[in-house]
């Protein structure tokens, strides 16, 4: 007859609300877990997914996830000309908030280099990738959009020709895949009052202009669109992604554009680590930080609710002893309850971790080598729990049983 069996099947009640009380508070431990683990991979994404062995930035910027980076796009066609290169990208991020049916809309743009990307590296859950070079876009789920819904942005509406899962920025907002054109159309967007005023301010300018006294006809040209005029740069670009042909060595290729005097270079794997000790570093620390706090309390918790269990079977102990039973059977009654207590909590947090994690508006990985750790660590608290109930029942005396 196994004591610790029969114990619970007589406690089945408080038994079964401890285990599920410590299975909530492990999945807490687990979920900060999973947290932890999607800030990283949703950090470190679009460097890897993206397929470029370094990427072209400002100068003494970041790059463009850490902070404001511009380029001209002229700059795709000098790296183009380096010896070893081949393929250079256009690449445009930026982040936008609009409404969508009362409620905030947040997007990451993400512009594409057509028509040498047109996305087919994105993991697509429906649709296809883009077909033409403007009003197309691919979204991410979270996003909310339908697979060939329209949605206005800026003076242009976008038909949704794609879905994917996953890609989510290192803010936690989901991806909208657009071309590079239409991304710094929506990102340069300026409403039409602004215009006005501004064509009004340049043709003021250039009455006073010397140039204009001399050339009337330069003052047709002030009240045209800005990207009309001639002398007009096009919009800068974030960054250009390189990929080096097959056999190069990277490292040459970047320090030859590196000694650019108006760009730096950046690796994916220096790219990685900038996201990662940059702008989620804090976030990464607070969460480790809770989750290794999380992990003492459950510790602290089991110890307290086995002494308790311990102390609510002094007499049952205390009558043991008196017929002379062993100190391993009174071992084993409270060792095994506190296994038994762990691994029924462990089980609790898994399964409905699996129900409730989907439903956090931050992605939840669970890894298997997360679990396997924090189970690792469920086994050690279970064991080192036990041993303070059983400090208290090697201190029973069988006396106590007459009492």
Same mark, same amino acid.
């Given at each position: 007859?196994?004591?610790?069996?029969?114990?619970?099947? &007589?406690?089945? /009640?408080?038994?079964?609300?401890?285990?599920?009380?410590? !299975?909530?508070?492990?999945?807490?431990?687990? /979920? @900060? /877990?999973?947290?932890?683990?999607?800030?990283?991979?949703?950090?470190?994404? $679009? %460097?890897?997914?993206? !397929?470029?062995?370094?990427?072209?930035?400002?100068?003494?910027?970041?790059? #463009? +996830?850490?902070?404001?980076?511009?380029?001209? #796009?002229?700059?795709? &066609?000098?790296?183009?000309?380096? %010896?070893?290169?081949?393929?250079?990208?256009?690449?445009?991020? &930026?982040?936008?908030?609009?409404?969508?049916?009362?409620?905030?809309?947040?997007?990451?743009?993400?512009?594409?280099?057509?028509?040498?990307?047109?996305?087919?590296?994105?993991?697509?859950?429906?649709?296809?990738?883009?077909?033409?070079?403007?009003?197309? @876009?691919?979204?991410?789920?979270?996003?909310?959009?339908?697979?060939?819904?329209?949605?206005?942005?800026?003076?242009?509406?976008?038909?949704?020709?794609?879905?994917?899962?996953?890609?989510?920025?290192?803010?936690?907002? /989901?991806?909208?895949?657009?071309?590079?054109?239409?991304?710094?159309?929506?990102?340069?967007?300026?409403?039409?009052?602004?215009?006005?005023?501004?064509?009004? *301010?340049?043709?003021?300018?250039?009455? &006073?202009?010397?140039?204009?006294?001399?050339? %009337?006809?330069?003052?047709?040209?002030?009240?045209?669109?800005?990207?009309?005029? %001639?002398?007009?740069?096009? #919009?800068?670009?974030?960054?250009?992604?390189?990929?080096?042909?097959?056999?190069?060595?990277?490292?040459?290729?970047?320090?030859?554009?590196?000694?650019?005097?108006?760009?730096?270079?950046?690796?994916?794997?220096?790219?990685?680590?900038?996201?990662?000790?940059?702008?989620?570093?804090?976030?990464?620390?607070?969460?480790?930080?809770?989750?290794?706090?999380?992990?003492?309390?459950?510790?602290?918790?089991? *110890?307290?609710?086995?002494?308790?269990?311990?102390?609510?079977?002094?007499?049952?102990?205390?009558?043991?002893?008196?017929?002379?039973?062993?100190?391993?059977?009174?071992?084993?009654?409270?060792?095994?309850?506190?296994?038994?207590?762990?691994?029924?909590?462990?089980?609790?947090?898994?399964?409905?971790?699996?129900?409730?994690?989907?439903?956090?508006?931050?992605?939840?990985?669970?890894?298997?080598?997360?679990? +396997?750790?924090?189970? @690792?660590?469920?086994?050690?608290?279970?064991?080192?729990?036990?041993? $303070?109930?059983?400090?208290?029942? @090697?201190?029973?005396?069988?006396?106590?049983?007459?009492?």
């Amino acid at each position: 007859m196994n004591l610790a069996v029969k114990d619970i099947r &007589h406690n089945l /009640g408080r038994f079964a609300l401890t285990a599920l009380g410590i !299975g909530l508070l492990l999945m807490i431990v687990m /979920g @900060m /877990g999973g947290i932890y683990r999607g800030i990283i991979e949703d950090a470190t994404l $679009l %460097p890897d997914r993206i !397929g470029a062995d370094f990427w072209i930035i400002q100068r003494d910027t970041r790059g #463009p +996830f850490a902070e404001l980076s511009r380029v001209t #796009p002229n700059l795709v &066609h000098r790296a183009l000309a380096v %010896p070893g290169v081949r393929r250079a990208r256009e690449f445009v991020y &930026h982040t936008i908030q609009r409404e969508r049916g009362g409620k905030p809309l947040r997007v990451a743009v993400l512009g594409l280099s057509w028509p040498i990307d047109k996305g087919e590296w994105i993991p697509l859950t429906a649709g296809r990738p883009l077909g033409q070079n403007h009003f197309e @876009m691919i979204a991410d789920q979270t996003l909310g959009f339908q697979l060939g819904e329209l949605i206005s942005l800026g003076k242009d509406t976008y038909t949704v020709v794609g879905l994917t899962k996953s890609m989510i920025s290192s803010g936690g907002d /989901g991806i909208g895949f657009f071309t590079v054109a239409d991304a710094q159309s929506i990102q340069f967007d300026t409403a039409g009052e602004a215009i006005r005023l501004e064509r009004a *301010a340049r043709e003021a300018r250039g009455e &006073h202009s010397e140039f204009v006294t001399k050339q %009337p006809s330069l003052l047709e040209q002030a009240v045209r669109p800005a990207q009309e005029l %001639p002398a007009i740069a096009r #919009p800068q670009i974030s960054a250009v992604l390189v990929s080096v042909a097959t056999g190069v060595d990277s490292r040459c290729v970047a320090d030859i554009i590196a000694g650019w005097g108006d760009v730096s270079v950046y690796t994916k794997e220096g790219q990685r680590d900038l996201l990662l000790k940059g702008s989620v570093e804090k976030i990464r620390r607070q969460i480790g930080l809770f989750r290794v706090l999380l992990t003492l309390i459950a510790a602290i918790i089991m *110890a307290l609710i086995l002494y308790t269990m311990t102390l609510d079977k002094i007499h049952s102990i205390a009558l043991l002893k008196l017929i002379g039973a062993p100190n391993t059977v009174i071992l084993g009654l409270i060792m095994q309850q506190g296994l038994l207590l762990g691994l029924l909590g462990f089980g609790i947090a898994f399964a409905v971790g699996q129900r409730v994690f989907p439903m956090f508006p931050r992605r939840v990985i669970l890894a298997e080598t997360d679990l +396997f750790q924090l189970g @690792m660590i469920v086994l050690v608290i279970s064991v080192a729990s036990s041993f $303070l109930g059983i400090w208290k029942a @090697m201190n029973v005396s069988p006396n106590e049983a007459l009492s």
